[in-house]
């Protein structure tokens, strides 16, 4: 193990993998729609291929997204609305996106459809909010008409309910508005975000980069001096307004959002007396990473979800005597598969 390797070296216990529960942890889903309207599939790729393969009962999905998946399905079949065929890039409806509210029993449904208007798909929200009624938190349409493997496209529409999911994490309310990033592994995730925070010190002036909807700042801004809050996503940025709102008024004032690409933010690092990092798979990339080696805060939080990245920026740090690894574990927010998300305490020397 690649991790435990990096520990040794740095005198430091095999990390510990923190796992959650195996069953029914999944509160959020986007699932393929393809089939026929009178027989539709609803579930993920097979391994290497676009071929769907049907998910009626999924153990690991929480239950409401088993049960609005159904519901969809019926929804499909009475008002005859076509799922999408990639292949002569036909069909109304391509994916659905299914996000548990856990704290209310809710559910925030989009439906991505394959044009720039959502009429095609009005007949299917209609049977939707007559089934589900009360259980739907929020109900909203997105279009995507090109041709592309991305799930989300550029348009959106909410049709009915609130406007953003807010999950409270780990004693702190964080919204996602539905184009916003959230974890699948809600309660595994309350660790991780818990666990992040304890290591940030009191009165700390505090720099968050690839902030997202703000699970980890948010919960920082009632006990230290300040929070720079960066993100990059147009609807993240939505989510951490909210979020921000969400609080205390002291604690707002605490509060200041760096809207853009992180790499504008590298100077911010020398002011810093905390920098906390949850960048992409692909890591800080060059410009970040020289930078924290060259102005290194005096402590580094870096949440990791790409192990060949966060390795090689590590490394790099240690090697030229920047900062000392103080503690690292790892969390299995994606159980039955080898990845696992990685969380890094580093201090300056």
């Given at each position: 193990m690649r991790l435990a390797e990096l520990a040794a070296r740095c005198g430091l216990p095999e990390p510990r993998v923190s796992v959650g529960t195996p069953l029914g942890f999944r509160t959020r889903a986007r699932l393929a729609v393809r089939g026929r309207a009178n027989s539709p599939k609803l579930g993920l790729f097979e391994a290497g291929t676009h071929r769907v393969a049907d998910i009626p009962r999924c153990r690991i999905h929480h239950?409401?997204?088993?049960?609005?998946?159904?519901?969809?399905?019926?929804?499909?079949?009475?008002?005859?609305?076509?799922?999408?065929?990639?292949?002569?890039?036909?069909?109304d409806l391509r994916y659905a996106q299914i996000a548990v509210e856990r704290a209310s029993e809710r559910v925030q449904l989009v439906l991505v459809g394959n044009a720039g208007r959502a009429d095609a798909l009005r007949p299917v929200f209609?049977?939707?909010?007559?089934?589900?009624?009360?259980?739907?938190?929020?109900?909203?349409?997105?279009?995507?008409?090109?041709?592309?493997?991305?799930?989300?496209?550029?348009?959106?529409?909410?049709?009915?309910?609130?406007?953003?999911?807010?999950?409270?994490?780990?004693?702190?309310?964080?919204?996602?508005?539905?184009?916003?990033?959230?974890?699948?592994?809600?309660?595994?995730?309350?660790?991780?975000?818990?666990?992040?925070?304890?290591?940030?010190?009191?009165?700390?002036?505090?720099?968050?980069?690839?902030?997202?909807?703000?699970?980890?700042?948010?919960?920082?801004?009632?006990?230290?001096?300040?929070?720079?809050?960066?993100?990059?996503?147009?609807?993240?940025?939505?989510?951490?307004?909210?979020?921000?709102?969400a609080r205390p008024v002291a604690e707002q004032a605490r509060?200041?959002?760096?809207?853009?690409?992180?790499?504008?933010?590298?100077?911010?690092?020398?002011?810093?007396?905390?920098?906390?990092?949850?960048?992409?798979?692909?890591?800080?990339?060059?410009?970040?990473?020289?930078?924290?080696?060259?102005?290194?805060?005096?402590?580094?939080?870096?949440v990791s979800c790409g192990l060949d990245a966060f390795l090689r920026e590590a490394a790099a740090w240690l090697d030229a005597g920047a900062l000392a690894l103080e503690s690292l574990e790892a969390f299995a927010l994606f159980p039955y598969t080898e990845h696992a998300e990685t969380l890094a305490v580093f201090a300056r020397r």
């Amino acid at each position: 193990m690649r991790l435990a390797e990096l520990a040794a070296r740095c005198g430091l216990p095999e990390p510990r993998v923190s796992v959650g529960t195996p069953l029914g942890f999944r509160t959020r889903a986007r699932l393929a729609v393809r089939g026929r309207a009178n027989s539709p599939k609803l579930g993920l790729f097979e391994a290497g291929t676009h071929r769907v393969a049907d998910i009626p009962r999924c153990r690991i999905h929480h239950p409401l997204v088993n049960e609005v998946a159904a519901a969809l399905r019926r929804a499909i079949r009475e008002t005859g609305v076509a799922p999408y065929d990639e292949r002569a890039l036909r069909g109304d409806l391509r994916y659905a996106q299914i996000a548990v509210e856990r704290a209310s029993e809710r559910v925030q449904l989009v439906l991505v459809g394959n044009a720039g208007r959502a009429d095609a798909l009005r007949p299917v929200f209609a049977e939707l909010e007559r089934e589900l009624g009360a259980r739907l938190q929020g109900l909203h349409w997105n279009g995507n008409p090109a041709r592309t493997n991305a799930i989300l496209g550029p348009h959106w529409e909410q049709i009915a309910g609130e406007p953003a999911l807010r999950e409270t994490i780990a004693g702190v309310d964080v919204f996602h508005p539905p184009g916003a990033f959230g974890q699948s592994g809600a309660d595994l995730f309350e660790t991780l975000v818990a666990r992040a925070r304890a290591a940030v010190p009191e009165g700390a002036r505090v720099l968050e980069l690839f902030a997202g909807t703000g699970a980890i700042g948010l919960g920082l801004l009632g006990r230290v001096e300040h929070v720079a809050l960066n993100e990059l996503s147009p609807h993240a940025l939505d989510g951490l307004a909210l979020g921000i709102a969400a609080r205390p008024v002291a604690e707002q004032a605490r509060a200041e959002v760096l809207a853009g690409d992180a790499g504008r933010f590298a100077d911010r690092i020398a002011t810093a007396d905390v920098l906390i990092v949850d960048p992409p798979r692909k890591g800080l990339g060059p410009a970040l990473s020289e930078a924290i080696a060259a102005r290194a805060p005096a402590r580094l939080v870096y949440v990791s979800c790409g192990l060949d990245a966060f390795l090689r920026e590590a490394a790099a740090w240690l090697d030229a005597g920047a900062l000392a690894l103080e503690s690292l574990e790892a969390f299995a927010l994606f159980p039955y598969t080898e990845h696992a998300e990685t969380l890094a305490v580093f201090a300056r020397r």
